[in-house]
């Protein structure tokens, strides 16, 4: 079936480091890709997403690239701030389903300290 | 322009209640989801509604069930209440999937 698996958290990071943030899916062709954010006590905010191979999704100085070959959708930021702090959901949205559902992962949870 | 609005943000039930959750959508978007989002884990689908028809269903019991109105506005309805269905429950509208979800933020479901 369709999945997607992201590495355990917690990430513990300072300030300035560089982040990446590993997943992988499970899905037959050619999915849709997102990654979402989730501060403390809010909804998800997508964050970036990539809808064919090779296609890099970027903002706020996340970057994502869809490697069909690796089937992942790694997370990268080369300079995490303290303002990054917060839970990171990859997902997808399958080719083969009846319908436009997200699947997510478990979640990252991120920690920026100064 | 607001985006997704969600109601109420808290509430506490008994076992065996009912609940009646409500979601307005972003202004454009015409499709509605649900997730349930367990403390600790990535959102589970629940179900979608498109033309106040249920497109698309997770794999949730009956005891949930929805709508969706002529204005896009939805409500989860949740019966016979269970300890395990505490969670934070997500309202996310589209109007083009590929485009990404919006999502409101949350109504906390606590049952006791």
């Known amino acids: 079936g369709n999945s997607v698996t992201q590495m355990e958290g917690p990430v513990t990071l300072s300030e300035e480091a560089f982040l990446t943030i590993n997943c992988t899916y499970t899905?037959?062709?050619?999915?849709?890709l997102f990654w979402y954010v989730q501060y403390p006590g809010e909804g998800l905010q997508l964050l970036l997403k990539?809808?064919?191979?090779?296609d890099k999704g970027s903002n706020k100085g996340f970057e994502a690239t869809y490697r069909k070959e690796t089937t992942s959708f790694h997370l990268e930021k080369g300079s995490v701030q303290v303002s990054d702090s917060a839970v990171y959901f990859c997902a997808l949205i399958p080719i083969n389903q009846a319908g436009t559902a997200l699947i997510f992962g478990k979640g990252t949870t991120l920690s920026v300290s100064s | 322009d607001a985006g997704v609005t969600q109601s109420p943000t808290h509430l506490i039930k008994t076992r065996g209640q009912q609940v009646t959750l409500r979601c307005s959508p972003k202004s454009g978007h015409d499709t509605v989801s649900w997730y349930q989002q367990a403390l600790g884990q990535g959102p589970q689908f629940i179900f979608q509604y498109y033309e106040e028809e249920e497109r698309q269903r997770g794999n949730f019991p009956d005891r949930f069930s929805g709508h969706q109105f002529p204005n896009y506005s939805s409500e989860l309805n949740v019966n016979a209440l269970l300890l395990g269905d505490s969670a934070l429950y997500l309202c996310a509208s589209v109007l083009s999937p590929n485009y990404g979800y919006t999502f409101g933020s949350g109504t906390r479901l606590t049952v006791v």
């Open positions: 899905a037959t062709g050619y999915p849709s």
């Open positions: 990539a809808t064919k191979a090779d």
